[in-house]
Each structure stands twice: as C-alpha cells, then as structure tokens.
C-alpha cells in the first residue's frame, strides 16, 4: 500500500525551529517529486515546497524563501523540512505528497496523487 | 488572498451536474496545462481528482471532469451524490517566483 506519515509537528515558540518528516512506503520513493503542503486552521491550501526525485531540485513559495529548507533522503525513504524563523502565520497542518508521473516523469508541479494525514505545527507564546 | 479565483460555495440537488470554476492570469492557468483539482472532506487530506486539466487518475469516478478556456478552468461533477459534498480546490503551476498557487476553495453542498 502506497503511504505517507508526517511527523515532528507541535507547539513552537515565534523565532523558534522545528523539522518535519514524512516516511514514504509503497513506491519507489526516489522516482517520484514530492511536495509539502499547508493549511492554515478554516483556510485553503497553500503549497509550501517542492522538490526533484533525486533531491537535486528544490523550490519554494515566497512566504518560506529563506526559513524553510526540503530535503530527502532516498536510502531512507524520507522527505524532510526544517523550518526556521517561525512566525504565527506559519501556524497550520503541514502535509507531505507525492507529485504523480506522466509518461514516466515526475514534477512538482504535476498533480499530487498521495497524501499522508498531516502533522499539526503551532508557533504561539 | 489566493492567487486563483474560486467561487465560495456552490450547491446541486442529487443527479445534477455543477460546475466550480478556477480564475487565473497568463501566468498559470492561461500558460500551462498544469491545472490540478482536488476533493478535502472535513478533517480529511485532500484527494486529486483531476491533473494536467482534465485528466483524471486511476480510480476517480467518470464522473468527474476537467477543462480550461482561456485563463479559466473548470470542474464539472455530473450526476452528484451525497459523498461528493466536500471542499474543492484547483492549482497550478505559476511562472512566478512561488511555483504552485492554489484557489481558495469552493464548499459544495449537495441538497
């Protein structure tokens, strides 16, 4: 069965850092771009960061350029973000996904096909 | 404010067919056959339905279809049903510097 499972989410002060994880099963994970995404409590989606199946390619939304850093570990079937600089508004449930293939390839920007259940991120006083 | 337009809430009584479109610019929609949509029930993780405009992944209901005119996509669900009612968001790829915008969703209510 194809699955994602964040964790490391919680309560961080504003300033402070925090790293999620997300443990990939079910695929080949290194064949695949994936992608973190946010939602804020009672707001819409808000795609965070992404990057390339090797790890080679990163990329992120202007509201995290600068504090936030993906990564992945293919031996450990793994995608990481270490965030730093939290601020309030960065206040959401945090969701790992993996981008579907066409035609053998896998981008970001593609559709995001696999979802883990999120990992909850508070940054308050 | 969401970079893409979506409207707030839409409604069909069962058997209907509605329709939720996606308002971009040149940038996104307009430029790029990079369009996805996806279903969120409440406390759920959303779930794609539609990528690359209209194509729809292994295990979605026929149901659902995608299009795009212009700088506007578009969602259509035909024949709904109680389980369709749920939060619908599109997105797309942006040739500026953030990559991926979304829309602020659209709540359907079926009744």
């Known amino acids: 069965e194809v699955q994602l499972l964040e964790s490391g989410g919680g309560l961080v002060q504003p300033g402070g850092s925090l790293r999620l994880s997300c443990a990939a099963s079910g695929f080949t994970f290194s064949s695949y771009a994936m992608s973190w995404v946010r939602q804020a409590p009672g707001k819409g989606l808000e795609w965070v960061s992404g990057?390339?199946?090797?790890?080679?390619?990163?990329y992120y939304a202007d509201s995290v350029k600068g504090r936030f850093t993906i990564s992945r570990d293919n031996s450990k079937n793994t995608l990481y973000l270490q965030m730093n600089s939290l601020r309030a508004e960065d206040t959401a449930v945090y969701y790992c996904?993996?981008?579907?293939?066409?035609?053998?390839?896998?981008?970001?920007?593609?559709?995001?096909?696999?979802w883990g259940q999120g990992t909850t991120v508070t940054v308050s006083s | 404010q969401s970079a893409l337009t979506q409207p707030a809430s839409v409604s069909g009584s069962p058997g209907q067919s509605i329709t939720i479109s996606c308002t971009g610019t040149?940038?996104?929609?307009?430029?790029?056959?990079?369009v996805s949509w996806y279903q969120q029930h409440p406390g759920k993780a959303p779930k794609l339905m539609i990528y690359e405009v209209s194509n729809r992944p292994s295990g979605v209901s026929n149901r659902f279809s995608g299009s795009k005119s212009g700088n506007t996509a578009s969602l259509t669900i035909s024949g709904l049903q109680a389980e369709d009612e749920a939060d619908y968001y599109c997105s797309s790829y942006t040739s500026s510097s953030t990559h991926v915008v979304f829309g602020g969703g659209t709540k359907l209510t079926v009744l």
């Open positions: 990057i390339s199946g090797s790890g080679g390619s990163t």
């Open positions: 996904a993996k981008a579907i293939a066409v035609a053998g390839r896998s981008y970001y920007y593609y559709g995001m096909d696999v």
């Open positions: 040149s940038s996104d929609v307009g430029g790029y056959n990079y």
